[in-house]
């Protein structure tokens, strides 16, 4: 019987045993996980659970579903090196898991601020469901709230701590929010829609100085200024984890290298989800992307491939992102001298960016219109092409172009 092993216990991970499961897939499947829990949704991480005391992870699966299915669960132990010789992972316990097929489902870590001590216990990193423990519990006793960086994460935090009636404030380095996701016009909406809400939010500023002692933060320089800190966040991106691999000695450049079926140069050697860099269909260059969507979908497109049903990665990218009220919805990819237009929504506060590429549409960002883009991530999966005037007209929904 061929076994799998699957190494990271994350989206990419749970959606794989699923997409097994489904296609009736005979070998037996090992999930070796670090985190002590079973997989779970991790976006609300940012936003529901950490204000709530009571709300508990919210699994992808239940117990039953990997049981059922003949899947081994090893939990709160972490693959430490890949023997590809010996077709052999050694695991931190000492446990050794043969394996036909090794899936490097690893994810990304939080990246830190440098030269500080990991025990400072006024600062956060966000990333799992205990690091989600702690902030929660550290904004429970917060009397104000920094956070540092200006994209998704920092900014969901930001807005859930607003909500919380905790001051809040944001510093970004870069002269606009979110900048290298979103366009100008959703960096500023989201700016004035935090900046309603109490959130401060500090463009361009450079954080040049961390104060502290071995304890804790006590404050920020920024600009020459000194801001003191009672809770400091860090949202400063992630880097993926790609450490197993490198010391396989696989190729890894921005996340652990694939081609469309997501295999690496090893031919018993996958890898799906935040953890690596693939072929984009719809430029031919190697991306790495940080979302939901990539992971399930490349778990699919592997089950596909171990299922005897290969066809190569080629989803379209969505992306959402909730900071408070505000629903922020992103399909496709927009380079950064696409041409853009605006689409009102049918509320105010509503909208979207519509991307245009050679006068063709790559990308959609809805800001509170959830059914445009919905019919924008149809139009762009079936390479609808639609006149410019009829997709900004908001008299015309976009799900009658389809
Ligand atoms: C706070 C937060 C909010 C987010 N919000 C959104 C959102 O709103 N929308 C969206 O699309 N995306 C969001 N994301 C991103 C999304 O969660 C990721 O894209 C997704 O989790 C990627 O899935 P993955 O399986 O590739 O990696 P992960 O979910 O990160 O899972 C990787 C797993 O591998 C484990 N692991 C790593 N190394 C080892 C090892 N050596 N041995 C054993 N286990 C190991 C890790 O502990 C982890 O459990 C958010 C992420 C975070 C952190």
Redesign the pocket.
């Known amino acids: 019987m061929q076994k799998v092993v699957i190494?990271?216990?994350?989206?990419?991970?749970?959606q794989l045993c699923a997409s097994l499961t489904e296609g009736g897939y005979t070998g037996k499947v090992t999930l070796?996980?670090?985190?002590p829990h079973l997989?779970y949704h991790?976006?609300?991480?940012?936003?529901t659970f950490i204000k709530d005391p009571a709300a508990e992870p919210q699994l992808l699966r239940a117990e039953a579903a990997y049981r059922d299915a003949g899947i081994e669960l090893v939990l709160g132990?972490?693959?430490?090196s890949i023997d590809r010789a010996g077709r052999c992972v050694v695991l931190a316990s000492g446990r050794t898991l043969d394996y036909d097929v090794l899936v490097l489902?690893?994810?990304?870590?939080?990246r830190r601020l440098p030269g500080l001590p990991e025990s400072l216990e006024n600062l956060v990193y966000?990333?799992?469901t205990d690091d989600?423990l702690r902030l929660r519990s550290a904004l429970g006793t917060a009397s104000t709230v920094t956070v540092l960086g200006g994209g998704?994460?920092g900014l969901?935090i930001a807005a859930t701590a607003g909500h919380l009636g905790k001051p809040v404030t944001v510093f970004e380095a870069a002269p606009r929010l979110m900048a290298r996701s979103v366009s100008p016009e959703a960096s500023e909406h989201v700016a004035a829609t935090l900046s309603e809400a109490g959130v401060q939010v500090r463009l361009g500023a450079k954080v040049e100085h961390v104060e502290h002692d071995e304890r804790r933060v006590a404050a920020l320089m920024v600009d020459g200024e000194r801001y003191p800190v009672d809770l400091l966040v860090a949202g400063i991106g992630?880097v993926p984890?790609t450490?197993?691999a490198e010391a396989a000695g696989l190729a890894c450049d921005n996340g652990v290298v694939v081609d469309a079926h997501m295999r690496t140069a090893d031919q018993a050697i996958y890898a799906?989800?935040?953890?690596t860099s693939f072929p984009y269909a719809r430029s031919g260059k190697s991306l790495r992307?940080?979302?939901?969507?990539?992971?399930n979908d490349q778990a699919r497109t592997l089950a596909g491939v171990l299922l005897g049903k290969p066809a190569p990665y080629g989803a379209l990218p969505w992306?959402?992102?909730?900071q408070g009220a505000l629903r922020l919805q992103i399909a496709g990819l927009a380079p950064p001298d696409a041409e853009r237009a605006l689409r009102p929504g049918a509320k105010p506060g509503s909208f979207s960016v519509l991307h245009f590429v050679g006068g063709q549409l790559v990308c959609v960002e809805s800001i509170n219109a959830p059914i445009d883009h919905i019919a924008a991530r149809k139009l762009l999966e079936q390479g609808v092409q639609v006149p410019r005037e009829q997709l900004v007209d908001p008299a015309i929904p976009l799900k009658s172009h389809l």
């Open positions: 190494v990271g216990g994350g989206h990419a991970a749970a070796v996980s670090d985190e997989p991790r976006p609300p991480l940012s936003k132990d972490a693959v430490r489902a690893t994810g990304t870590r939080a966000l990333r799992n989600a998704f994460i969901e992630a984890e450490s197993l799906i989800g935040d953890c992307l940080e979302s939901v969507q990539n992971a992306f959402w992102s909730d």
